[in-house]
């Protein structure tokens, strides 16, 4: 009688690599996200981010990063990676809110 063959185990996925994230509004806690997402949503960000003038809202921070990142790629996790980068860009001092209603952001780094 022969013996039945033991499948295959399925390849391990590479680990995702992890970075620890800022949040101005939590001082002190850091928050794990996925490094490469991370990455290319903060790239886009700085790259939209006003460097002088009154800045930029809400609205209008999400408007342009939704045109930075493409749909195909983030689906409906834009708005959540650009409240991310944002918050931990303002954590680290390289965004500043003006304070003003409706609050604006704009590069200080």
């Given at each position: 009688m022969?013996?039945?063959k033991t499948p295959a185990k399925p390849a391990k996925k590479p680990a995702k690599r992890i970075v620890q994230t800022l949040n101005v509004n939590a001082?002190?806690?850091t928050y794990p996200r996925d490094?490469?997402?991370y990455e290319a949503a903060r790239k886009a960000f700085?790259?939209?981010m006003p460097?002088?003038?009154p800045g930029v809202t809400q609205d209008e921070m999400m408007a342009l990063m939704k045109?930075?990142?493409s749909?195909?790629?983030w689906g409906t996790t834009q708005g959540w990676w650009t409240k991310t980068v944002q918050l931990d860009a303002e954590a680290r001092g390289e965004v500043s809110r003006d304070g003003g209603k409706p609050l604006r952001w704009?590069?200080?780094k």
């Open positions: 022969a013996k039945a001082p002190g806690k490094a490469d997402k700085l790259k939209v460097k002088s003038g045109a930075a990142l749909a195909a790629t704009k590069r200080i």
